[in-house]
Structure formats: structure tokens, C-alpha cells
């Protein structure tokens, strides 16, 4: 519960996960120790101890202590209103749950790419816009740590943006006309004709062997290089798209 004044959290020790070894407890309260938190109650340097003999744990956060009240909101909305399609609410901070209204997808793009730098954000901003006025529709999947906006032409995935705690953040491509344009695919800079002629699909169907992730498409990754090849992208967005129009 919060106590004086809402400046601090006071647990018992129900507050460690039973199903995770002691060492592995006073791990995760290590980790919280070095993000600025501050546990007082128990000796996180203690090895062998019975936790189930500490009475109370105080937790502060002294940079900014209403961090806590928000833990506290995020950790009821995760038992209020987490579902199978939208887990780990409390683990993302996702305050969207708590909304009445449903998010537009425009702010979940927004806060999905809020990490990656103002050019890369300006140019997914850009390509949303220029793809939902050719007709696009914009499908938001969201899994644990895994958030997939997925750009689908009358229902198929035509590109998407990837983000996911494992893999980071990349535009994943899943173009099927390209034996059309191989021309325009030429002019392009070498990476991108080097990953187009990779092709995609099931990595264990090809000549890889194993999974390599292929499946989700062909990945670009999101960093500040994405910015030497946003022509091309949209070139090949646009001649992919206007050959997928003609069938």
C-alpha cells in the first residue's frame, strides 16, 4: 500500500514471487536498486535468508515519488483489464487500458516509435500518412513485449512496424511483385537490393534451414541508417502497391 503521503510503498513480504528461487528475488530488488529505487527492510546482499520472515519492505523512489502512484495504477489495470489479446499492460506501462474511448491508432504510432530518433520518427509518421491516403489500412497487434502495426492492402499484410523487446524496432516488408519491377529495383542503394533479392518466408523452407524470422518479411531495421534509404522505400512502397492495384 502507499503511505505518507502517497511518498512511498509499504509491501510485506507476499511482495516476492514465490515460484523464483531466493537468489533470484533479491536479483530483481538488485535491479530495481540500480534503476533508483530505494528498498529499505532486508538485506539485498544477504544470501541465505527466510523471506518469509520480513514484515514489511519500504520502497521510494526519491527522484520523482509519484512514480510509485503509477506502478500502483498500471499494476491494478493489469488484474482490471488485462486480457489475452492485450497481457503485460503493467509490464509496458501501457496506459491506454485505462482509457474509456479506444486509442486511435495515430497515438499508439506515436508512443510505439517515441524511443527511436526525431528523423526516424518523422519518417514513419510520414509513411503512415502517405500509405492510408493510398488506401491502406492500419491493423495494431499487440502481444507481451511484442507490438506489430501491420499495413494491409484488402486484408492482406502488405508492410508493417515491428517493435519487440528481443528484436527492436524494424520495418518488416512483405512484398510479392517484385519479379515486376526489377528495373526500379536496380536504381536502388545495393543494401536494399541486396535484401529484396533475399526474398522472405519460412527459413526452414529455404535453403537456411532454420528460422531466421523470415516469415514476418523482409526486416529493415529502424536506426538513423534508415534515413540514406527512405527514397527507395517509398519507391518500392509505391511500385509494390501499384502493381498489387492492377490485379
Not at 54 to 73: A, C, F, S
Not at 76 to 95: K, M, P, S, W
Not at 212 to 235: A, H, K
Request: with cysteine; net charge neutral; glycine share 6%.
Amino acid at each position: 500500500m502507499l503511505v505518507e503521503n502517497a511518498q512511498s510503498l509499504a509491501c510485506e513480504h507476499t511482495v516476492f514471487n514465490g515460484k523464483l528461487s531466493v537468489t533470484k528475488n533479491l536479483e530483481c530488488l538488485r535491479f530495481l536498486v540500480n534503476c533508483g529505487i530505494c528498498i529499505d527492510g532486508i538485506d539485498l546482499n544477504k544470501k541465505k535468508q527466510n523471506l518469509s520472515d520480513i514484515k514489511t519492505i519500504k520502497i521510494t523512489y526519491p527522484d520523482n515519488p509519484t512514480m510509485l502512484t503509477g506502478l500502483k495504477v498500471m499494476a491494478i489495470a493489469e488484474i482490471d483489464h488485462g486480457t489475452l489479446v492485450n497481457q503485460d499492460a503493467f509490464l509496458r506501462c501501457d496506459y491506454k487500458v485505462l482509457k474509456k474511448d479506444e486509442t486511435d491508432v495515430l497515438s499508439i504510432l506515436q508512443d510505439t516509435i517515441k524511443p527511436l530518433s526525431a528523423d526516424v520518427q518523422d519518417f514513419i509518421l510520414q509513411l503512415h500518412q502517405r500509405y492510408l491516403e493510398k488506401g491502406l489500412t492500419c491493423v495494431v497487434e499487440v502481444k507481451g513485449f511484442h507490438i506489430y502495426m501491420k499495413y494491409c492492402y484488402k486484408r492482406k499484410d502488405f508492410w508493417g512496424i515491428n517493435a519487440s523487446l528481443n528484436n527492436g524496432y524494424h520495418i518488416n516488408v512483405k512484398s510479392t511483385k517484385t519479379h515486376d519491377y526489377t528495373d526500379t529495383i536496380k536504381t536502388f542503394h545495393p543494401i536494399l537490393q541486396e535484401l529484396i533479392a533475399k526474398g522472405y518466408g519460412c527459413g526452414r523452407k529455404r535453403e537456411i534451414g532454420h528460422c531466421d524470422g523470415g516469415c514476418r518479411g523482409l526486416p529493415i531495421s529502424l536506426d538513423d541508417s534508415v534515413l540514406d534509404i527512405r527514397d527507395d522505400i517509398e519507391t518500392w512502397f509505391d511500385q509494390e502497391l501499384s502493381c498489387l492495384q492492377k490485379k
